[in-house]
């Protein structure tokens, strides 16, 4: 008997996700936890829940959609130091979608740039924010699922067909998964609005593609069985993100880090009448400049080459930095992730980073006379979430209070992009501990 009937239910491959099991390791912290750890452990819950339940709109409408195809949810790839996690790829008869899941709270506009601008109501006012083009992030899953492909071919030959075939066979597209959200794309070009779609229209889109498809149809069979290929590429995610959750609720008692919250930041050591809890990176404090120049180099060629900051090197890599110290791009390959073409491409700027050492600016000479904690109880302005009070600051964190909710930013970053202080005093004093 064949694999399907006609308009048999679609077959999920692998149905779960790192999301689903992510909540549920979040919720069992939650119920130990206590305090500020306790009130980040909730709000990480709410965020991800969101992600879910976009998630979950597309599988009620790919398990209804009346056709044959074989489905994979939450699909993550390696290639060499890079990596992809997909939402769904869809096999059917034609054709194989890399689908990329947005739910997104308000509407979105795409204007004839390809460029996303989200829009939303806070406080009485229309927030508009650009946001970072999912075409572009499904591109990427897009090309490492491509080489991927293209590494699996066995002779010089038939890597020359594969790009070809590939194209050919695979289709990108972003589902907007919030049934609220409305879509402008007016402007945008022909390419662009053929890969954003909304939930409802998910399946007629799928269709539509394979009835203009000029392929052949494959038998049921192969579309099992070219599923199970692609399955077979899935890499588990080694990285438990609720592990910093873990080690707070395990090893740092909350009334030391709430005293640390009001600690000023300074040059000065930990001592046992001054005690400080140590931050969750494992970067020494002596390494803190460092790591902020590292970081600002990533940050700045992501930007450079429109790229993910991971791409330049991820949070792991930086540790080793950190900890490794290389002095040449020979010392650069030893550390994991940087082969010898990604080494050459960003080691000159990394190891200048690392050589370059801590400095002093007049800025920061002139920041040391004032402390950050000064600025718990003063009035900030967020340019989404509207106005606030600094709750507590940290060495690199500060809260602030909202009408609804608190939420945590990096310190003293944040001032540099979506976060201004009523007081001007203050805030050119923050500007300078950033500019130094």
């Given amino acids: 008997m064949s694999l399907f009937t006609p308009n048999a239910t679609p077959i999920f491959l692998k149905e779960d996700s790192d999301t689903t099991q992510h909540i549920a390791r979040l919720k069992e912290l939650h119920e130990k936890a206590t305090g500020k750890v306790k009130d980040d452990i909730a709000r990480e819950i709410t965020l991800a829940s969101y992600g879910e339940v976009g998630e979950k709109n597309i599988a009620f409408e790919l398990k209804n959609a009346g056709m044959p195809m074989v489905i994979i949810h939450d699909l993550r790839l390696e290639f060499e130091d890079l990596t992809a996690q997909i939402d769904y790829v869809v096999v059917t008869r034609k054709l194989i979608f890399l689908i990329e899941c947005k739910n997104l709270y308000g509407n979105i506009d795409i204007d004839n740039q390809g460029n996303f601008v989200r829009s939303y109501p806070w406080n009485g006012r229309t927030v508009k924010e650009g946001v970072y083009s999912p075409i572009t992030q499904n591109q990427r899953h897009f090309q490492i699922m491509k080489q991927l492909y293209r590494a699996s071919r066995k002779n010089s030959l038939s890597r020359v067909f594969s790009d070809k ?92 880090v709430v005293a640390a919250a009001v600690q000023p930041v300074t040059n000065e050591k930990p001592t046992e009448s001054h005690p400080v809890a140590k931050p969750p990176s494992p970067a020494q404090p002596a390494d803190a400049e460092l790591v902020a120049k590292l970081k600002a180099y990533r940050l700045e060629t992501s930007r450079t080459e429109n790229v993910q900051a991971y791409v330049v090197f991820n949070n792991k890599q930086l540790e080793d930095l950190i900890s490794q110290k290389p002095r040449t791009i020979e010392e650069l390959q030893q550390i994991s992730g940087f082969g010898p073409i990604k080494a050459e491409k960003y080691g000159p700027g990394i190891l200048t980073a690392l050589k370059s050492g801590p400095t002093v600016e007049p800025s920061e000479k002139q920041s040391q006379s004032w402390s950050p904690a000064q600025l718990i109880g003063e009035k900030i302005t967020h340019q989404s979430f509207g106005s606030g009070t600094v709750k507590s600051v940290s060495r690199h964190e500060i809260v602030i209070q909202f009408p609804v909710t608190a939420r945590s930013f990096d310190f003293p970053a944040v001032f540099d992009t979506t976060i201004w202080l009523s007081n001007p005093a203050l805030q050119k004093k923050v500007e300078g501990l950033i500019k130094a």
């Fill in 165 to 256: 075939a590939f194209d050919d066979f695979y289709r990108s597209i972003v589902v907007l998964a919030n049934p609220k959200t409305v879509l402008n794309a007016k402007y945008a070009k022909k390419e662009v609005k053929d890969q954003v779609i909304r939930a409802d229209q998910l399946i007629t889109h799928i269709k539509n593609q394979n009835k203009l498809s000029k392929e052949l149809p494959s038998s049921e069979k192969m579309m099992k069985e070219c599923a199970e290929r692609i399955l077979a590429l899935h890499k588990p995610n080694p990285t438990d993100y609720t592990q910093k959750y873990a080690e707070r609720i395990n090893k740092t008692p909350e009334t030391i």
